[in-house]
């Protein structure tokens, strides 16, 4: 017990301090519940009771379908005294945020992937009167128990949704957009994933390197399928193939890095000189295969991941990657919901709009 007291309390005075020196102005929304406790390594009882201290205070207050927003000292916020784009006379929406579920069902969700851009898409709508309501779907659910027991004006699709909900919202006419994903029946926002690819294998191949090692996520996964084709396409181009035929396929997970990477060097002659894995958790299981292997990143084999995520930034070496501009997708697919709430007859054309990449370097990659 006391040990959860003393946490509470230190969420409590780390956010009472950063208001009291500005880091949040009057009328802000303070991350979610969800951010916060994975942002201060808490539970959400432990974050729900900070923030009620900090309401008792009246520091902040909770407004329905908004959050917690800071109030001005000494007083309580107003719905008008939130900082939107919207009037605050315009009606709220509700918009549901489904996510893609298997039998892993904390693993689907705490994705870094989906979790990033979750958070990012609540702080869009936010600022649009729209509350974001997310659950997870998989192929068993009905997306109208859902739709039974609350009223959504859109929906955001995530991922590698079951096309059965993709449709089944198109039959009810409930404007819907599929992020992080394409499907030519849908308006579709999603990354360049082949450019991306490609992007990789351009930049090892002017880096020096020719024996150049593939590490897939699961190729169920159009990302993944698609992030191989422009790296394979682009090696190909310059007359090489991945080095040792293309490893993994079945998962995004470190422990399949890891695996995977291990197994590779166990049938490959030499060591590959540069690894592109298709997502950064596997990049970093790679990493420690290298490791044990007694093989030094980036003095004897270079790693490039995909997805630029706080993980890759914080490993020893800090690592080279593909970043997916997450906040740049999150603003897009809300602003076509937006669109097409304005005009329905916009979902009669599904666009696949494509935000491009960026390679980031940092320290994982070496010249040769």
């Not at 107003?78 to 315009?90: R, V």
């Amino acid at each position: 017990m006391k040990k959860k007291a003393f946490l509470y309390q230190r969420l409590y005075d780390d956010i009472r301090q950063k208001i009291e020196q500005g880091a949040f102005a009057a009328g802000q929304l303070l991350p979610s519940e969800r951010e916060l406790g994975d942002t201060y390594g808490v539970d959400r009882t432990t974050v729900r009771r900070a923030l009620q201290m900090l309401s008792d205070d009246q520091l902040v207050s909770k407004l329905p379908g908004k959050g917690t927003i800071i109030a001005p000292t000494g007083s309580t916020v107003s719905q008008g005294a939130i900082n939107t784009t919207n009037s605050s006379s315009e009606p709220m929406r509700t918009v549901g945020f489904f996510i893609p579920q298997n039998k892993k069902v904390a693993d689907k969700i705490m994705f870094p992937t989906y979790t990033s851009l979750l958070y990012l898409t609540e702080q869009e709508c936010s600022e649009r009167n729209i509350r974001l309501i997310y659950s997870a779907l998989d192929e068993q659910k009905e997306l109208d128990d859902y739709l039974s027991s609350m009223r959504f004006d859109g929906i955001i699709f995530l991922s590698a949704i079951s096309h059965k909900h993709l449709n089944r919202a198109l039959e009810l006419g409930i404007p819907s957009v599929l992020l992080n994903n394409h499907m030519p029946e849908i308006m579709s926002v999603c990354t360049d994933n082949m450019e991306g690819g490609a992007q990789v294998a351009r930049y090892l191949y002017e880096q020096g390197h020719r024996n150049i090692m593939l590490l897939a996520g699961n190729r169920v996964s159009i990302n993944c399928r698609e992030r191989i084709q422009g790296f394979t396409d682009e090696l190909a181009s310059r007359g090489l193939s991945c080095y040792g035929g293309v490893f993994g396929g079945t998962s995004w997970t470190f422990e399949a890095g890891y695996e995977e990477t291990k197994r590779a060097l166990g049938e490959l002659h030499t060591p590959p000189t540069a690894l592109f894995a298709c997502g950064d958790r596997l990049a970093l299981g790679a990493l420690k295969a290298f490791q044990e292997a007694g093989l030094e990143v980036p003095n004897d084999v270079s790693i490039v991941g995909y997805d630029n995520s706080e993980q890759a930034r914080y490993a020893n070496p800090k690592l080279t990657s593909v970043d997916t501009n997450l906040p740049a997708l999150s603003a897009a697919a809300v602003r076509v919901l937006l669109g097409i709430f304005n005009d329905p007859t916009l979902a009669g054309f599904p666009l696949k709009i494509m935000v491009p990449p960026t390679l980031v370097e940092h320290d994982s990659v070496l010249s040769r």
